[in-house]
């Protein structure tokens, strides 16, 4: 089973930084995906980004593209997410999953990231 815990949520200025972690715990996840997602006040949870399992693949939702940038560190059992030039409309809880065998998916508990204007 396995457990992932976000950090690096904070208050920040809109042209501001952040970087997320993600601890993974309980088995390694090197074996796979794993992915950051944020839910906004009022609005469903959406796809920020992706990585494959080695960490040579990355996909990026084209609000965040250029700006944001995925990576995971699988001797850690690590994975984040630098946040750079940060707007209002960033704004939200981010979640990162693993994508476990069978269709299944480990979630995290979220981290608040809030863009002041």
């Known amino acids: 089973q396995v457990q992932l815990v976000e950090s690096g949520g904070g208050l920040v200025q809109a042209g501001g930084s952040l970087t997320l972690s993600c601890a993974a715990s309980?088995?390694?996840?090197?074996?796979?995906?794993m992915n950051w997602f944020r839910q906004a006040p009022g609005k469903e949870r959406a796809f920020v980004a992706a990585?494959?399992?080695?960490?040579?693949?990355?996909y990026y939702a084209d609000s965040v593209k250029a700006r944001f940038t995925i990576s995971r560190d699988n001797a850690k059992n690590m994975m984040y997410l630098q946040m750079n030039s940060l707007k209002p409309e960033d704004t939200a809880v981010y979640y990162c999953?693993?994508?476990?065998?069978?269709?299944?998916?480990?979630w995290g508990q979220g981290t608040q990231v809030t863009v002041s204007s």
């Open positions: 990585i494959n399992s080695n960490g040579a693949s990355t």
């Open positions: 999953n693993a994508e476990l065998p069978g269709s299944r998916r480990a």
């Open positions: 309980g088995r390694t996840v090197s074996d796979y995906g």
